[in-house]
């Protein structure tokens, strides 16, 4: 009974399944999973033969204590409709889903309900789940939840109101550096006879090998850029146009993803959650 339950085997899902078993922070007799489909459900059994496997969101429930729900936003409502029916109320839920509160997700059970916000990269235990706990949440539930985000890379506890902005870094950041880093490689190929396969290659490589040396040296960024931008040089036209043009389109592009969270969760046109 003190299982902890994965509905939604996603991206999200099979990922935590993955990185909590990977990690041995729990067995497979720890781990119930649940998804709509069957294909997924048979996807996670071939991966994972010993893993427990709910036919329904209510069986998972019925064998679990800690429910974390991977589901996309707009699939919440559904999903808490069905399973709070038959809880019990001593469980804990952890929602993943961009977009809903603590609030909203409370006004439908009104238990133990963490929000937690990880990121892609936790699939190679690197990046930061964002983890904000409901007022109702002990301290038992609430270290086991950071224990199990622990496992697959850092968790950093937030306040929800700054969910939205943290969240952009931390869990949306991987997709804006990959697409910086497409950037970087297409210029590289459009200015040079390399392929773009190559030019993708040595941004990959550049940008890793960038962070690694900003964590390991503890420099910032400032620091690395005097060592690489000597007066007058090529580091110092490019850090400079950078400079001039990326600000604003940080700003605008910040400021776009940040009206979408608004809405994100309330079916896309800012209706309410309830
Ligand atoms: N992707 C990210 O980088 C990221 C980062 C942080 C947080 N999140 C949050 O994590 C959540 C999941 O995102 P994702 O990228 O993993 O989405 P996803 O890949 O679309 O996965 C969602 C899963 O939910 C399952 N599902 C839908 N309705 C269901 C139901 N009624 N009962 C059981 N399972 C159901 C789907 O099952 P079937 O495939 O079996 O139909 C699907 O596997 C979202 O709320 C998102 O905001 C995502």
């Known amino acids: ?82 399973i709070v029916p038959v809880m019990d109320g001593d469980e804990h839920i952890v929602s993943l889903a961009a977009g809903i509160s603590l609030q909203e997700i409370e006004g439908e059970f009104p238990g133990s309900v963490t929000r937690a916000i990880p990121t892609v990269t936790s699939a190679v235990g690197q990046g930061t789940t964002l983890v904000c706990h409901g007022r109702q949440v002990g301290m038992h539930d609430a270290l086991r939840v950071e224990g199990l985000f622990s496992s697959i890379g850092n968790v950093v506890l937030v306040g929800e109101s700054d969910i939205p902005a943290a969240t952009l870094l931390s869990s949306c950041g991987p997709g804006l550096l990959a697409a910086i880093i497409e950037e970087l490689a297409g210029a590289t190929a459009r200015a040079s006879g390399l392929p773009p396969g190559r030019a993708l290659v040595l941004a990959t490589g550049m940008v890793a090998a960038t962070a690694a040396y900003l964590r390991e040296t503890g420099k910032a960024p400032g620091d690395l850029i005097g060592e690489v931008a000597t007066g007058g040089g090529v580091t110092e036209v490019g850090v400079q146009g950078f400079r001039e043009a990326l600000p604003a389109v940080f700003d605008e592009v910040f400021a776009a993803m940040l009206e979408r969270c608004d809405t994100v969760g309330k079916g896309g046109s800012g209706q309410a959650f309830k």
């Open 1 to 82: 009974m003190d299982c902890v339950g994965i509905i939604g085997y996603g991206h999200m899902g099979s990922m935590l399944v993955n990185g909590f078993l990977a990690s041995g922070v729990l067995g497979t007799d720890e781990i119930v999973v649940a998804s709509r489909g069957q294909k997924s459900r048979d996807a996670c059994a071939a991966a994972w033969p010993r893993i427990g496997i709910a036919a329904t969101n209510r069986e998972l429930v019925r064998r679990c204590r800690t429910i974390i729900i991977a589901v996309r936003p707009q699939e919440m409502r559904e999903i808490l409709h069905e």
